[in-house]
């Protein structure tokens, strides 16, 4: 039983772990969410998109989460009329990043559930780890 309960904690860690990941993902996003260019004709930021993967762990058997990778959003750069800034085009507009900062902050809370829940989940496999070795004593 004790096993048991030291597994799902180490479930919901990996949970925990793969969360925090995406939130500095989120936040980077944030953070560049008005970079553009530095030169003409380049691109801004580009958002990025934390992916997740399933994988067993060889010591316990138990099924865990990692980040799988980080990929680029493919989706069109936002154009904003700015004629006078170094970086337009011809027509007077400068590429924008990709970032909606209403998207992220969904995925930020969305993010921030699934870790309070994880950490909700190791909380109490830990207070039951800790009841069962009362009862043992």
Do not use: C, H
């Not at 992220?104 to 190791?122: F, G, H, I, P, T």
């Amino acid at each position: 039983m004790n096993g048991d309960l030291s597994v799902s904690a180490d479930i919901a860690v990996s949970g925990m772990k793969a969360q925090a990941q995406r939130l500095r993902i989120i936040s980077e996003n944030m953070a560049n969410a008005e970079s553009v260019a530095t030169t003409k004709g380049g691109e801004p930021y580009r958002r990025q998109v934390v992916t997740f993967k399933q994988y067993i762990d060889k010591e316990t058997g138990a099924d865990m989460v990692k980040v799988d990778k980080v990929i680029k959003d493919q989706s069109e750069f936002i154009k904003k009329y700015d004629p006078n800034n170094p970086v337009a085009d011809a027509q007077g507009y400068v590429s924008m990043p990709n970032v909606n900062p209403l998207i992220e902050m969904m995925d930020m809370k969305e993010a921030q559930r699934s870790y309070e829940a994880n950490l909700s989940v190791m909380q109490t496999a830990r207070e039951l780890n800790s009841k069962v070795l009362d009862v043992l004593k």
